[in-house]
């Protein structure tokens, strides 16, 4: 509330046996992260922090790395984590206004961490995640129980995205579309930046540069389904010949200052003003304006993008909106400045279901952030620069945001200031198809930057990337379900973040990955990165460790494990089936368009092996099962079959749960859980399985259908002998459960 007194709050809270602390994006500095009131040295590249971490949404520009200071967002969640007992606690200290944390390693008797943790206003509220042996999976679960589970996400948001500050206009943008179609590059989505609306003037269009909106988006849904997104900032151009503005003000929508009169800032529009998402009727006004009488061409295939959230206000004190400024209820901005991005996003959401009904999931993005943003959208993290040390950021960053919940989020591929070079988009592309939101974006003062401007190499390398992307779209798809769906009570095995840290633990090897850089502070010691800042693992099955770095012609991995742990080179020109043991280097030639990822023995991978334009036209297409046997000849996995726009699965558990397991040289399907597709919607069968890791089938290959009669029956199969392991073909006509295949 608005005072002359300030009161500030503030608390310690020790860690003993902790090792490390992890969380508290978004910044830049790495997973594990460094002591703060005392110089320690936390990297080759990073100069000795002391500082305090700050919490205070920004928009800042050409933000730098290794640097404490907060970004776009601010989730003030903290995981400990003991790398002696494989124990993760953690706490989530829920206030909005400007917070600092401090880290210190514990003295006295019992080794541990120490923080101290202050925020300007606002009252104590601390959740204590007290976890369990099982490491982060339980301090993550009950974080999803204090701030709700991630919403799932429609199929097409989990395809690749193509953005630019700005697409000129209707015939640049059709030409976009066109050049993906003619180079045999899958894609989902085109973004158009702020340059598309009337001068700023957002929930409108520039017809001369768009004069039929929705014949572009009939052009794209024509070519795949694709869909359109526009951005719409929280900033509204002060223009009383504008509608938006004219209509918020009267309805007394905006920030106010101190004496009550509106609050006028600067930003992309010019003087302007900001909707106070704090106050129930600002967002009810908001989410009304997604319809076609309020934003001409409105329709089921557009989406929206809110930048500028933090809030951004160029003339602002450090760009942003100044702490006197009030909102709803008396409250002034310093209290809540922290969750305007969150509240702005709320209001979108609601207004695309709205828009687009009740029973259609959104899809909005958003660049600022809070505790429970994944309720609300996806995020992406904010203006980074072409170059391969922002490249390996995006390792860190991403995974921060997955350990805060929002598990649809990536950066911009390429760096959104300056010129990326064939060499750095070659291999940005290659670690940005295994990480969960995948689009480009980039400054109008960039060259343009399509896959096919690099030269052929770039392009096929790009190619390869992202067809490999949309063939494990079925594994994507079931990581976001489970993550959405699942939880304590559910038939759900695994249900946490689709992209994953690598102490995060995992059943197919015994737990957390083994080797001397496993997350802890300590392996921050000025040599090599440590393993979590390199390399992460895509749901429990898939170890990705891509090149990082110029001029790499050779890539060595050290696997994760014990030596008895199996893993299998997914892109293996020539022995995919041959295992490679755990804890062991692997070298292989690694030129620009090589793409690096391991599968575990012990997993079964759901993918699709047709080469499709988009989501939409794959939506239908049978499964390859990849099934990668450990030592014991075991593996098992899961496929989650939802129709990818509604939201009935979440709502009335429409969607089917398919558990796969292997053994005694033998794989079952079984329904696990769900309530079924319901009418209108094709069931996907499985055309092919094939078996990694496996013997030399001497005999053959038999399957067994339930309903049908005769008993077992043989099946076509491909040994591929020195490769290591067999293909069989089913055809298509078998359906995803409910059958068992043996071989010997």
Same mark, same amino acid.
């Given at each position: 509330?608005?005072?002359?007194?300030?009161?500030?709050?503030?608390?310690?809270?020790?860690?003993?046996?902790?090792?490390?602390?992890?969380?508290?994006?978004?910044?830049?500095?790495?997973?594990?992260?460094?002591?703060?009131?005392?110089?320690?040295?936390?990297?080759?590249?990073?100069?000795? $922090?002391?500082?305090?971490?700050?919490?205070?949404?920004?928009?800042?520009?050409?933000?730098?790395?290794?640097?404490?200071?907060?970004?776009?967002?601010?989730?003030? #969640?903290?995981?400990?984590?003991?790398?002696?007992?494989?124990?993760?606690?953690?706490?989530?200290?829920?206030?909005?206004?400007?917070?600092?944390?401090?880290?210190?390693?514990?003295?006295?008797?019992?080794?541990?961490?120490?923080?101290?943790?202050?925020?300007?206003?606002?009252?104590?509220?601390?959740?204590?995640?007290?976890?369990?042996?099982?490491?982060?999976?339980?301090?993550?679960?009950?974080?999803?129980? #204090?701030?709700?589970?991630?919403?799932?996400?429609?199929?097409?948001?989990?395809?690749?995205?193509?953005?630019?500050?700005?697409?000129?206009?209707?015939?640049?943008?059709?030409?976009?579309?066109?050049?993906? +179609?003619?180079?045999?590059?899958?894609?989902?989505?085109?973004?158009?930046?702020? +340059?598309?609306?009337?001068?700023?003037?957002?929930?409108?269009?520039?017809?001369?540069?768009?004069?039929?909106?929705?014949?572009?988006?009939?052009?794209?849904?024509?070519?795949?389904?694709?869909?359109?997104?526009?951005?719409?900032?929280?900033?509204?151009?002060?223009?009383?010949?504008?509608?938006?503005?004219?209509?918020?003000?009267? @309805?007394?929508?905006?920030?106010?200052?101190?004496?009550?009169?509106?609050?006028?800032?600067?930003?992309?529009?010019?003087?302007?003003?900001?909707?106070?998402?704090?106050?129930?009727?600002?967002?009810?006004?908001?989410?009304?304006?997604?319809?076609?009488?309020?934003?001409?061409?409105?329709?089921?295939?557009?989406?929206?993008?809110?930048?500028?959230?933090?809030?951004?206000?160029?003339?602002?004190?450090?760009?942003?909106?100044?702490?006197?400024?009030?909102?709803?209820?008396?409250?002034?901005?310093?209290?809540?400045?922290?969750?305007?991005?969150?509240?702005?996003?709320?209001?979108?959401?609601?207004?695309?279901?709205?828009?687009?009904?009740?029973? +259609?999931?959104?899809?909005?993005?958003?660049?600022?952030?809070?505790?429970?943003?994944?309720?609300?959208?996806?995020?992406?993290?904010?203006?980074?620069?072409?170059?391969?040390?922002? #490249?390996?950021?995006?390792?860190?960053?991403?995974?921060?945001?997955?350990? @805060? @919940?929002?598990?649809?989020?990536?950066?911009?591929?390429?760096?959104?200031?300056?010129?990326?070079?064939?060499?750095?988009?070659?291999?940005?592309?290659?670690?940005?198809?295994?990480?969960?939101?995948?689009?480009?974006?980039?400054?109008?003062?960039?060259?343009?930057? +399509?896959?096919?401007?690099?030269?052929?190499?770039?392009?096929?390398?790009?190619?390869?990337?992202?067809?490999?992307?949309?063939?494990?779209?079925?594994?994507?798809?079931?990581?976001?379900?489970?993550?959405?769906?699942?939880?304590?009570?559910?038939?759900?095995?695994?249900?946490?973040?689709?992209?994953?840290?690598?102490?995060?633990?995992?059943?197919?090897?015994?737990?957390?990955?083994?080797?001397? =850089?496993?997350?802890?502070?300590?392996?921050?010691?000025?040599?090599?990165?440590?393993?979590?800042?390199?390399?992460?693992?895509?749901?429990?099955?898939?170890?990705?460790?891509?090149?990082?770095?110029?001029?790499?012609?050779?890539?060595?991995?050290?696997?994760?494990?014990?030596?008895?742990?199996?893993?299998?080179?997914?892109?293996?020109?020539?022995?995919?089936?041959?295992?490679?043991?755990? %804890?062991?280097?692997?070298? $292989?030639?690694?030129?620009?368009?090589?793409?690096?990822?391991?599968?575990?023995?012990?997993?079964? $991978?759901?993918?699709?092996?047709?080469?499709?334009?988009?989501?939409?036209?794959?939506?239908?297409?049978?499964?390859?099962?990849?099934?990668?046997?450990?030592?014991?000849?075991?593996?098992?996995?899961?496929?989650?079959?939802?129709?990818?726009?509604?939201?009935?699965?979440?709502?009335?558990?429409?969607?089917?749960?398919?558990?796969?397991?292997?053994?005694?040289?033998?794989?079952?399907?079984?329904?696990?859980?769900?309530?079924?597709?319901?009418?209108?919607?094709?069931?996907?069968?499985?055309?092919?399985?094939?078996?990694?890791?496996?013997?030399?089938?001497?005999?053959? $290959?038999?399957?067994?259908?339930?309903?049908? @009669?005769?008993?077992?029956?043989?099946?076509?199969?491909?040994?591929?002998?020195? =490769?290591?392991?067999?293909?069989?073909?089913?055809?298509?006509?078998?359906?995803?459960? %409910?059958?068992?295949?043996?071989?010997?």
């Amino acid at each position: 509330m608005v005072s002359s007194v300030m009161e500030a709050v503030a608390a310690d809270i020790s860690f003993p046996g902790a090792t490390s602390l992890h969380g508290l994006p978004g910044r830049t500095l790495p997973l594990s992260l460094p002591i703060t009131v005392t110089p320690a040295l936390v990297g080759p590249a990073v100069a000795a $922090v002391t500082e305090p971490l700050r919490l205070y949404n920004l928009d800042v520009f050409e933000y730098e790395l290794d640097k404490p200071l907060g970004l776009y967002g601010a989730i003030p #969640l903290l995981y400990a984590r003991s790398a002696a007992t494989g124990r993760s606690v953690g706490v989530l200290w829920l206030n909005a206004a400007e917070t600092f944390v401090d880290i210190a390693d514990a003295g006295g008797a019992v080794a541990g961490k120490d923080t101290h943790w202050v925020s300007e206003s606002g009252t104590v509220e601390l959740f204590l995640l007290p976890g369990s042996d099982r490491g982060p999976a339980d301090v993550y679960e009950q974080y999803l129980g #204090l701030t709700g589970r991630p919403a799932l996400p429609p199929a097409f948001a989990l395809g690749k995205h193509q953005c630019r500050w700005n697409y000129r206009d209707d015939a640049d943008a059709r030409s976009v579309n066109a050049g993906f +179609e003619r180079h045999g590059l899958p894609y989902d989505v085109l973004w158009l930046d702020i +340059e598309h609306t009337d001068g700023k003037r957002y929930f409108t269009w520039d017809t001369d540069k768009f004069p039929d909106p929705s014949g572009l988006m009939d052009h794209l849904a024509a070519h795949g389904g694709r869909q359109l997104v526009t951005i719409i900032d929280p900033h509204i151009k002060r223009d009383d010949g504008f509608s938006l503005h004219t209509d918020a003000t009267a @309805g007394g929508h905006y920030v106010k200052n101190a004496d009550g009169g509106d609050f006028d800032g600067w930003c992309w529009a010019g003087a302007s003003s900001y909707i106070d998402y704090l106050a129930p009727a600002a967002r009810e006004f908001w989410a009304s304006r997604f319809c076609p009488a309020k934003y001409p061409h409105f329709g089921p295939t557009l989406h929206t993008w809110v930048d500028m959230n933090e809030p951004s206000v160029f003339n602002g004190p450090e760009g942003t909106m100044p702490k006197h400024a009030v909102h709803a209820g008396g409250w002034e901005h310093r209290d809540v400045h922290n969750v305007y991005g969150i509240q702005s996003m709320a209001a979108t959401a609601d207004g695309l279901v709205r828009g687009h009904g009740p029973t +259609e999931r959104p899809f909005a993005l958003s660049r600022s952030y809070f505790a429970g943003s994944h309720r609300h959208s996806a995020v992406w993290t904010g203006d980074n620069t072409a170059s391969f040390p922002h #490249l390996a950021s995006t390792v860190r960053m991403v995974l921060g945001l997955q350990l @805060g @919940g929002v598990s649809l989020s990536g950066a911009d591929v390429g760096g959104f200031f300056h010129n990326p070079d064939a060499e750095l988009m070659g291999r940005w592309y290659a670690a940005a198809v295994y990480q969960p939101f995948l689009r480009n974006h980039a400054h109008m003062d960039t060259a343009r930057r +399509e896959p096919w401007l690099f030269g052929d190499a770039t392009t096929d390398a790009v190619r390869r990337a992202l067809r490999e992307r949309y063939a494990l779209l079925p594994y994507w798809r079931t990581l976001f379900a489970a993550n959405a769906l699942g939880g304590g009570g559910t038939p759900f095995a695994d249900a946490g973040p689709p992209m994953r840290p690598v102490w995060w633990p995992r059943a197919v090897d015994g737990g957390p990955t083994a080797g001397a =850089a496993a997350g802890s502070n300590a392996s921050l010691d000025g040599g090599a990165p440590a393993e979590e800042e390199v390399a992460w693992f895509v749901g429990r099955c898939l170890y990705v460790p891509p090149v990082l770095e110029a001029g790499v012609t050779a890539a060595t991995t050290v696997l994760p494990g014990p030596p008895s742990a199996r893993w299998f080179d997914t892109h293996s020109p020539a022995t995919p089936g041959a295992p490679i043991a755990g %804890g062991t280097a692997h070298t $292989v030639d690694a030129p620009v368009g090589r793409l690096l990822a391991y599968a575990a023995g012990g997993c079964v $991978v759901p993918r699709s092996a047709r080469a499709r334009r988009s989501t939409a036209a794959g939506a239908a297409d049978p499964l390859t099962l990849a099934v990668y046997l450990d030592a014991a000849g075991g593996a098992a996995g899961e496929w989650v079959a939802e129709d990818g726009k509604t939201t009935a699965a979440a709502t009335a558990g429409a969607y089917t749960l398919v558990r796969y397991a292997a053994g005694g040289g033998a794989l079952t399907a079984t329904v696990a859980g769900g309530q079924g597709l319901g009418g209108g919607v094709d069931p996907v069968g499985v055309e092919r399985v094939v078996v990694y890791g496996a013997p030399r089938v001497a005999e053959g $290959v038999w399957m067994t259908v339930e309903g049908e @009669g005769g008993g077992e029956r043989p099946v076509p199969h491909t040994d591929l002998g020195d =490769a290591g392991g067999v293909v069989v073909k089913l055809g298509g006509g078998v359906p995803a459960a %409910g059958w068992k295949l043996r071989w010997a």
